[in-house]
Structures are given as C-alpha cells and as structure tokens.
C-alpha cells in the first residue's frame, strides 16, 4: 500500500491552496484518513482526521479555515487550505489506516501507512 500527496507548494496568506492524498495498492479497506503536518524545528502534529462515513476532526488552529475530505470510491482524501497564515507552512503528511491483501490468500492486515509529505509555504 503506498500514499501518494499532492498539491501545496507556494501560496499567498490569505490565499488557497489544495492537497491531495491517493491510497494504491492491495487495499480491502481504508479506515479513518488524516493529515497531518510538521514545521521546521517543530514536532509533527494533526491536522485533520475524517472517518470513513465522513466525520471530520480539527484542530482548533485550523478550525474554520480548512476542510477535509474524501473520496471512498477512489480512496483519495483532499485538504482544502483557505485563508492560510505563514504559520500554516509546513510540510504536510497523509496518513491512512488501511486493511490490506496479505500474499496469503483470504488474509488481511491493518495498519497505518503514510505519505511521503508535501511542502506547503505561505508567503506574507
């Protein structure tokens, strides 16, 4: 299983910005999605968490401001980034639980898998 993220890059404060997060591989289901993120010289925190019946969970810095969602059917998540501030710059990480295919026939696993991060910079 593997987690592509997608989207961020440089943007204005007060500005938009978008992220993706596509799940691949030998996937029976997929749980509960997040993103989360980390700044320089700073430990990594949560951003947003959603179910899969689409419960969504912010933190309080983001509440209002971002908006998480998803894509069952194509196992993608999204982050919708508006009025970001130049604390929003991180770089940020998908993480999924995920119940996948063992090579043992009939067997599955769950575990949690993240994305590689995708750098979001907000300029003043």
């Known amino acids: 299983v593997q987690l592509q993220a997608s989207g961020g890059g440089l943007v204005q404060a007060g500005g938009s910005t978008s992220l993706s997060c596509v799940a691949s591989?030998?996937?029976?289901?997929?749980?509960?999605m997040g993103w989360y993120r980390q700044a320089p010289g700073k430990q990594r925190e949560l951003v947003a968490t959603i179910t899969s019946g689409g419960s969504a969970n912010y933190a309080d810095s983001v509440k209002g401001r971002f908006t998480i969602s998803r894509d069952n059917a194509k196992n993608a998540m999204y982050l919708q980034m508006n009025s970001p501030g130049r604390e929003d710059t991180a770089t940020y990480y998908c993480?999924?639980?995920?119940?996948?295919?063992?090579?043992?026939?009939?067997?599955?696993?769950?575990?949690?898998?993240w994305g590689q991060g995708t750098l979001v910079t907000v300029s003043s």
């Open positions: 591989g030998d996937i029976f289901q997929i749980n509960d």
């Open positions: 993480n999924a639980n995920v119940r996948y295919r063992t090579v043992i026939a009939g067997f599955t696993r769950t575990r949690d898998f």
